[in-house]
């Protein structure tokens, strides 16, 4: 059974950085591709920012340049550093995984795992 738990949110004020944890047990993560998501009340969840199994990736144009995804496949681990944030940022954010070689997503449909979300605060 894959579970994905995320940490790291919280309250911030503009321009803070804030990283996010994704942990992941249950599963040879090393052959999977991840993604963080985000979303607000009353809308769809957001693309944020994908990575392959091979490294290979992409970023939605809003965080582009902020936020960056890594991962530490010893830990079974993958990181969303986000940098220089804005009050538009608040969501709650979610990781996600599924186990494909070689390709990013950015669906939310593409992914088969997710974790319970984290609530991120941007506000003065």
């Known amino acids: 059974q894959v579970q994905l738990v995320e940490s790291g949110g919280g309250l911030v004020q503009p321009g803070d950085s804030l990283r996010l944890s994704c942990v992941a047990s249950g599963g040879t993560f090393s052959r999977f591709a991840w993604g963080w998501f985000r979303q607000v009340p009353g809308k769809e969840r957001e693309f944020v920012v994908a990575i392959s199994s091979n490294g290979g990736g992409t970023t939605a144009d809003s965080v582009k340049g902020r936020f960056t995804i890594s991962r530490d496949i010893v830990k079974n681990t993958v990181y969303l550093q986000m940098n220089s944030l804005k009050p538009e940022d608040t969501a709650v954010y979610y990781c996600?995984?599924?186990?494909?070689?070689?390709?990013?997503?950015?669906?939310?449909?593409?992914?088969?795992?997710w974790g319970q979300g984290t609530q991120v605060t941007v506000s003065s």
């Open positions: 996600a995984a599924v186990p494909q070689t070689g390709y990013y997503f950015t669906g939310a449909s593409e992914y088969e795992y």
